[in-house]
């Protein structure tokens, strides 16, 4: 399968209808509003081809970069919808501009590394070996396993002394005369 929409009519992916690029900014831009401040990368694959473009509105602080990503032939259109659509550079170099993001043509060059860079979370390097905590849980549960295991050693490892009673000493309980004579 080439793609999501291959032989898939856009009428059932896409409701039919002009382009609001302006109405569509300014929904995500609605949508991440609320994030964290910082936190946000707004990616905007389009061709610019849209409908007269609604005024924009202002960049939320959860907004860290807005990234332009022109699509499409910027010198051959393509026939839709009854006129020719195709990539429209200077309108989106002026939305980019207006929201203090980056236009790129995709089509001419990709994206560079540093463009996309922070997006690649590094791991942590393996570590060779236990590390402090799992030696300490380790020697935890082998010191609890020593204990657990005393009894039974000294049942079946242990010496064979045996207690003796004392003949010069008499229990009190031995004798029921001894005390009802007191």
Partial sequence: MRNVFNGLPLTYAMPIGDTDLGQAINASLDLVKDFPPGSTRVLIFTDGDSIDIAPLASRPKSVRDVMFLGLGNPHKGTFIDGHQSRQE???????ATELKGEYYDVNEHHLTTSALGDLVVTAPLPQRGLTRAQLAVLMMVLGATILAFIPVALEYLGTDWVVVPN????????????????
């Fill in 89 to 95: 550079p200077e309108v989106l170099g002026r939305l």
């Fill in 167 to 182: 003949p010069r000493r008499e229990p009190a309980a031995a004798k029921p005369e001894a005390l009802a004579a007191r």
